[in-house]
């Protein structure tokens, strides 16, 4: 008997929990549509055309700025890994596309060629070129044999033009540095063209006849300064002029002491062509081979008036390079030593 009041009580219990729940659910949900009620009211009565809340739109325009930060860095980070990636490849095809091997004079725009209109792309093109002279830095002075003193080396091209390739070397009493900043000084002299990058002159040398572009670099290493010359004979910026040439020199100095430099160059150079391509006839451009044609009879046939011209032109420089080159050079470092 007591353990059916007990288990009727309980049930009582049990029955009072759950309506005393339901009444509890019930009056949540009431609330809540209050709630609701109201906020369709406020909602209702706020005007469209009233200008926000500076606090939400500060707000907003914090968000906007911590997302817009956020993505530059992410587009920074991946920028950086590009040209980090685009500068190994490049070092990669400069270290691979410039073989040593003899040059040959030619008239190709590969190897004389200044394209592109943006400072990169022409910072571009001068390296690739300048590269590609300093790769063949030995082949040039192993292809030409020579001593202390001037060698020449001249042999005819087609169309009445001729190839001419000169070595020079010598030891001059001053400082390496010395004798750089002569060349350097003589560059400056020169119209400059455009300002390309570090240790790189874009110049135009002005001849008799016509003038010419030349890119410049200076590659400064340890017990040794290069002086590279090139010849540009296409350019998408500059203009060449009617009349180009292939130009093509090295120079090297060499500290032999504190007050001791060696002086070694070679040069290759062609007579003039047109824009067609075709070279122009010597007896207008070259005054050697004017003399040449001038001092032998009107018979004379081309190789005997190409011999002549390769007489007269060594002579030249026999004169020129001793009592001109190599005095105007000592006489500046000895006045800004």
Not at 99 to 116: D, E, H, V
Not at 232 to 251: A, F, N, Q, S
Request: glycine share 4%; aromatic share 10%.
């Amino acid at each position: 008997m007591k353990e059916l009041e007990k288990r009727l009580r309980n049930r009582e219990q049990v029955r009072k929990h759950r309506h005393l729940n339901a009444l509890e659910k019930k009056g949540l949900e009431n609330y809540v549509a209050r709630l609701q009620s109201t906020l369709d009211s406020l909602a209702q009565s706020i005007d469209p055309r009233r200008p926000l809340s500076w606090k939400d739109v500060a707000i907003s325009l914090l968000f906007d700025e911590q997302t817009s930060t956020q993505e530059n860095h992410l587009l920074r980070l991946q920028l950086q890994r590009h040209e980090h990636l685009a500068q190994m490849l490049w070092n990669r095809s400069l270290s691979m596309s410039a073989p040593q091997y003899a040059l040959s004079t030619t008239k190709t725009w590969r190897q004389a060629s200044l394209l592109g209109t943006t400072k990169e792309a022409r910072l571009r093109a001068v390296d690739w070129i300048m590269q590609h002279m300093y790769h063949n830095l030995n082949s040039a002075f192993q292809g030409v044999p020579g001593h202390n003193g001037l060698t020449l080396h001249m042999s005819p091209l087609q169309d009445n033009s001729a190839q001419i390739i000169v070595r020079k070397e010598r030891i001059d009493p001053f400082p390496m540095h010395t004798i750089f900043r002569f060349f350097q000084q003589q560059h400056s002299r020169q119209l400059q063209l455009e300002d390309i990058g570090d240790n790189i002159r874009y110049v135009r040398f002005n001849y008799s006849i016509t003038a010419q572009n030349i890119v410049i670099k200076y590659f400064v290493e340890a017990g040794r300064i290069l002086v590279l010359s090139r010849g540009i004979e296409h350019d998408d910026r500059c203009d060449v002029g009617p009349l180009k040439r292939t130009w093509m020199d090295w120079i090297v100095l060499e500290s032999l002491g504190p007050n001791s430099t060696r002086v070694k160059e070679v040069y290759e150079t062609t007579g003039w062509y047109g824009r067609n391509g075709d070279y122009v006839a010597m007896t207008t451009t070259s005054p050697w081979y004017q003399q040449a044609c001038e001092s032998l009879p009107p018979t004379a046939d081309g190789d005997t008036i190409f011999k002549k011209y390769r007489q007269i032109y060594q002579e030249y420089l026999d004169f020129a390079y001793p009592n001109v080159e190599v005095v105007e050079c000592r006489n500046w470092c000895r006045a800004n030593s």
